[in-house]
């Protein structure tokens, strides 16, 4: 691919996307005749949503995900901090979900996953900065537009999928957790200090009123369009509070969701994280109900061994609309970690039941 010269880079509009390649597009006219894959959009963020895109970009080519804002870790949020851009890891950790099995896609895959760890005892401003962070952040600040950098990005890499930002503006997230917020002033026993920031809150547990900063930003148009267009939207696996819950607390967003004709699919997590340490599964979907009591869901994805209540959690589910699906995709007995042609299994099951 030739780039052109520094500050004229073309925006690639979602027409032009369709004609070239369908697997940059949720617009059915973008389809080849006959194909009747269904388009998906994933949201999430972290570890999650890349187990998830590498099992739904073996069913299907016409993908979408949709990645949280708020991180403020790391390499992430130091480039946040000092260039006042996206947080760009979870982003990058999509795209390079979305890149193939052929050597193309294996070797960028891991140009784009690789850190940087200076020599011993020789710190530098480099140390532990993913290349694929500063690959996206020099896009846009060449591009001027987050969105644009993005599809340049997944251009390269030859992504099989579109990867959008929740929002175009960075967001905070916090929550409150029980505790005194003040060692030097007495509490009652109902006392609750609030945690701001995505690093430090997703190790809190019983973590509640969790909301993003600002509450009214502007959800990105792109990802909205992609979620009215398409066949199925899915949430979770992930960090509960802090990379599926999200998407559910931005106006625009949680509004698309709910007024998609999409089917939807909660994917549950097959071991409890540290914010949801103690719920079962089931208290996984009662959260998402109290902070959007307008959800309804389709399908309820879990595997039998991270069901501690298989009763509970179909009464839950059904109260949502959703029937409960199972099965098995854990990697290996005793991890959390998603067997990606497993899951894509189950996905590619999921879809035929509901033609």
Same mark, same amino acid.
């Given at each position: 691919?030739?780039?052109?010269?520094?500050?004229?880079?073309?925006?690639?509009?979602?027409?032009?996307?369709?004609?070239?390649?369908?697997?940059?597009?949720? +617009?059915?006219?973008?389809?080849?005749?006959?194909?009747?894959?269904?388009?998906?959009?994933?949201?999430?963020?972290?570890?999650?949503?890349?187990?998830?895109?590498?099992?739904?970009?073996?069913?299907?080519?016409?993908?979408?995900?949709?990645?949280?804002?708020?991180?403020?870790?790391?390499?992430?949020?130091?480039?946040?901090?000092?260039?006042?851009?996206? /947080?760009?890891?979870?982003?990058?950790?999509?795209?390079?979900?979305?890149?193939?099995?052929?050597?193309?896609?294996?070797?960028?895959?891991?140009?784009?996953?690789?850190?940087?760890?200076?020599?011993?005892?020789?710190?530098?401003?480099?140390?532990?900065?993913?290349?694929?962070?500063?690959? !996206?952040?020099?896009?846009?600040?060449?591009?001027?537009?987050?969105?644009?950098?993005?599809?340049?990005?997944?251009?390269?890499?030859?992504?099989?999928?579109?990867?959008?930002?929740?929002?175009?503006?960075?967001?905070? !997230?916090?929550?409150?957790?029980?505790?005194?917020?003040?060692? +030097?002033?007495?509490?009652?026993?109902?006392?609750?200090?609030? !945690?701001?920031?995505?690093?430090?809150?997703?190790?809190?547990?019983?973590?509640?009123?969790?909301?993003?900063?600002?509450? +009214?930003?502007?959800?990105? /148009?792109?990802? $909205?369009?992609?979620?009215?267009?398409?066949?199925?939207?899915?949430?979770?696996?992930?960090?509960?509070?802090?990379?599926?819950?999200?998407?559910?607390?931005?106006?625009?967003?949680?509004?698309? !969701?709910?007024?998609?004709?999409?089917?939807?699919?909660?994917?549950?997590?097959?071991?409890?994280?540290?914010?949801?340490?103690?719920?079962?599964?089931?208290?996984?979907?009662? $959260?998402?109900?109290?902070?959007?009591?307008?959800?309804?869901?389709?399908?309820?994805?879990?595997?039998?061994?991270?069901?501690?209540?298989?009763?509970?959690?179909?009464?839950?589910?059904?109260?949502?609309?959703?029937?409960?699906?199972?099965?098995?995709?854990?990697?290996?007995?005793?991890?959390?970690?998603?067997?990606?042609?497993?899951?894509?299994?189950?996905?590619?099951?999921?879809?035929?039941?509901?033609?």
């Amino acid at each position: 691919m030739t780039l052109p010269p520094t500050g004229v880079f073309p925006r690639l509009p979602l027409s032009s996307r369709a004609e070239a390649d369908p697997h940059h597009s949720l +617009d059915p006219s973008g389809r080849r005749p006959g194909d009747e894959s269904p388009s998906v959009v994933a949201l999430g963020g972290g570890h999650g949503l890349s187990a998830n895109l590498a099992a739904l970009r073996r069913i299907t080519p016409l993908l979408t995900a949709v990645v949280t804002v708020a991180d403020d870790g790391g390499s992430s949020g130091r480039l946040r901090d000092e260039l006042g851009v996206l /947080p760009p890891g979870d982003l990058r950790m999509a795209l390079a979900a979305l890149c193939d099995d052929s050597e193309w896609g294996r070797t960028w895959r891991d140009v784009m996953q690789h850190r940087f760890s200076s020599a011993q005892g020789r710190a530098t401003a480099l140390d532990n900065h993913a290349l694929g962070n500063l690959l !996206i952040v020099t896009l846009w600040e060449l591009l001027g537009d987050p969105v644009a950098g993005l599809e340049w990005a997944g251009a390269l890499l030859g992504a099989r999928g579109r990867v959008l930002p929740m929002s175009t503006q960075p967001l905070v !997230i916090a929550g409150d957790v029980p505790g005194a917020g003040d060692p +030097d002033r007495p509490e009652g026993p109902g006392a609750v200090r609030t !945690i701001t920031g995505q690093a430090v809150l997703a190790k809190q547990a019983d973590v509640c009123n969790v909301r993003l900063v600002p509450a +009214d930003a502007p959800a990105c /148009p792109q990802a $909205v369009e992609a979620v009215g267009l398409a066949d199925w939207v899915i949430l979770g696996p992930g960090s509960w509070h802090t990379s599926v819950l999200p998407h559910l607390l931005l106006p625009g967003l949680r509004r698309a !969701i709910c007024d998609s004709p999409a089917r939807r699919c909660v994917t549950l997590n097959l071991s409890p994280d540290t914010e949801t340490q103690g719920k079962t599964a089931a208290d996984h979907l009662r $959260v998402l109900h109290a902070y959007c009591p307008d959800l309804t869901l389709d399908v309820v994805l879990a595997d039998p061994s991270a069901t501690e209540d298989g009763a509970d959690l179909e009464e839950v589910a059904a109260s949502l609309g959703a029937e409960v699906f199972y099965a098995d995709v854990r990697a290996h007995p005793g991890t959390a970690v998603h067997n990606t042609l497993r899951l894509a299994a189950a996905y590619q099951e999921i879809f035929e039941r509901h033609r």
